[in-house]
């Protein structure tokens, strides 16, 4: 659905150039959840922000379902790739109750007639796993597992046909984390949506991904179906960062020393 | 006998709503050289029972503490302001989650480590600070110490200020380190990198730990007894080891189902609140002896 050609950034800051992704070609298929897994600096967030077109890339060329993206993008390209951020207490504005959120949405991309709308919210919140009443709550009278459903519904909104996930659960508690994956999940299967899910955590990605790319000073060292990369990663780096995660059980501490060993 | 002994330790708020509880009796002891771990989600109160022990609440307005905390013995409340103050960053001291913005950004690192080494001896001259310092940052394994200490903190890595803070933490060589999170805001390459020094260093000089994180396997890989901490009360307490393998109490359970392996497996169904999530205590063992 998304493929990604030769992508490069380069930020030029005073003196400096700091090449923030290089040569970075990667497809997302229909349906699958592709994780980008890295450390902070890996270029990540960069590859985000350029699917987003909220900056234009150095190099390369994007293309959604074989048509390019421009660097200037369209209402329709914007309505096609929707993103839920790390943090759900800054991403909505707190002014503003939830329903009103979740209809500015609708309204900026004119999804619906305007009677049909409330009941368009209603929809979504159901989505989500939340009751309709919470429309009219405003994002400081929910819990962070419950703004983080908003926003997910919010990029639900406008039917996109991809979402980048950047860290979405990594705010959030362990108990909300596991809701929330589930949920992301649900919504894939259920849905067919397409995830770009951001992360720096493995254990997450193991859980949530179907494939897994690892980047590293914004070039991709390794990139393979989650369950291959996890079980024999081939790139040394891969295992060095899938040794480094603390684990709680006796089974991931040997699966994680046998990485360890090796690498 | 423990290094720390809090008992039955409560805090209110007083606020303009209302009075609201924080902690419902807290009871943890740490012996001396042992790393203990407080493991609870955010709001728990794990941060606040750290910052009782460092004194740092005791004179807030609106915080209402019952209960005791005796340090080496001698019961917290006891001491006058002045005593208490005296023990903070030369008995006792802390490391907080974010690095960066523990160290002041105006001042380089040499001025900001003999503040902390003046705790000890007063009167320490520039030059006996910065001859410390120089030692102390190598014991952190910080090759290029002269350089670390002429820079402002922006200028270093996270795990670079990381290890300044772990120095400066250690430099008085503290019976009690309180560890707020440390190094979850770094890549976690850093942060194993972090915690391994961080073992070491606290093994050679024998100081206790009490070490507070939500992040099970940090807590797992670090500390010899674990304390789960839900909602103000303390629901499961024993040998890290045992809490892990045998999880007894419903909340220990839910939160080891919810997070996710490395080995993988299908996502839980986990609920967010269980009236058995309020069950009493679970003990492993004889703890502290």
């Known amino acids: 659905m998304l493929s990604v050609q030769g992508l490069s950034k380069i930020y030029v800051t005073g003196r400096h150039n700091v090449a923030a992704l290089t040569d970075v070609t990667l497809t997302v298929q229909t349906g699958e959840c592709l994780a980008v897994v890295g450390e902070s600096g890996s270029g990540k967030s960069t590859l985000a922000n350029l699917v987003l077109g909220l900056t234009p890339p150095t190099a390369g060329t994007m293309m959604l379902d074989a048509t390019p993206l421009p660097a200037r993008r369209t209402i329709d390209h914007r309505r096609a790739i929707q993103l839920v951020q790390q943090n759900p207490l800054s991403a909505l504005n707190p002014r503003r109750s939830v329903g009103a959120s979740l209809r500015l949405a609708l309204d900026v991309h004119g999804i619906g007639n305007p009677a049909t709308r409330p009941a368009k919210v209603s929809a979504l919140l159901a989505d989500v796993g939340l009751t309709p009443d919470y429309a009219a709550r405003a994002p400081s009278a929910l819990s962070g597992g419950q703004r983080q459903r908003v926003a997910i519904a919010r990029a639900l909104a406008c039917d996109p046909r991809l979402i980048v996930l950047d860290e979405p659960t990594s705010a959030l508690d362990v108990l909300v984390q596991a809701q929330v994956l589930r949920l992301l999940h649900d919504l894939r299967l259920n849905r067919g949506l397409t995830y770009l899910f951001i992360s720096h955590d493995l254990a997450v990605v193991r859980a949530i991904a179907t494939r897994v790319a690892v980047f590293r000073h914004g070039r991709i060292v390794e990139a393979g179906a989650t369950d291959a990369l996890f079980t024999s990663p081939q790139d040394p780096y891969t295992r060095s960062l899938i040794a480094a995660v603390p684990v709680i059980t006796e089974q991931e501490k040997a699966m994680r020393d046998r990485l360890g060993a090796s690498s | ?289």
């Open chain 2, 1 to 289: 006998m423990s290094l720390l002994e809090v008992r039955n330790l409560t805090l209110s708020f007083r606020l303009w709503s209302g009075i609201v509880d924080v902690l419902h009796g807290i009871a943890l002891s740490i012996a001396k050289g042992e790393r203990v771990a407080l493991v609870g989600e955010s709001g728990s109160g794990k941060s606040v029972t750290a910052r009782i022990v460092l004194g740092l609440l005791q004179d807030l307005p609106g915080a209402q503490i019952g209960g005791e905390v005796r340090f080496n013995g001698r019961d917290l409340a006891s001491l006058s302001r002045h005593e208490r103050e005296a023990l903070r960053g030369r008995d006792i001291s802390m490391i907080f989650q974010d690095p960066t913005s523990s160290l002041n950004p105006v001042y380089k690192i040499a001025p900001q480590f003999r503040e902390v080494l003046a705790r000890r001896t007063p009167r320490i001259t520039l030059a006996e600070a910065r001859e410390r310092a120089t030692a102390l940052l190598q014991e952190v394994a910080i090759t290029e110490p002269a350089r670390v200490l002429d820079s402002y903190p922006f200028q270093l890595s996270g795990g670079m200020n990381q290890r300044v803070m772990i120095a400066m933490a250690l430099a008085n060589r503290p019976a009690l380190l309180l560890a707020d999170e440390p190094g979850t805001a770094l890549d976690v390459t850093v942060q194993a990198q972090t915690l391994d020094l961080m073992a070491r260093l606290v093994a050679d000089h024998g100081t206790s730990v009490l070490f507070i994180s939500h992040n099970l396997g940090v807590v797992r890989e670090f500390a010899d007894r674990t304390y789960v901490i839900y909602r103000g009360r303390i629901v499961e307490a024993g040998p890290t080891q045992a809490v892990f393998e045998a999880p007894g109490h419903a909340y220990t359970r839910a939160l080891m189902a919810a997070q996710p392996r490395l080995t993988g497996g299908a996502l839980p169904d986990i609920v967010e609140r269980d009236p058995r999530f309020f069950d009493p205590v679970v003990l492993h063992g004889v703890p502290g002896c």
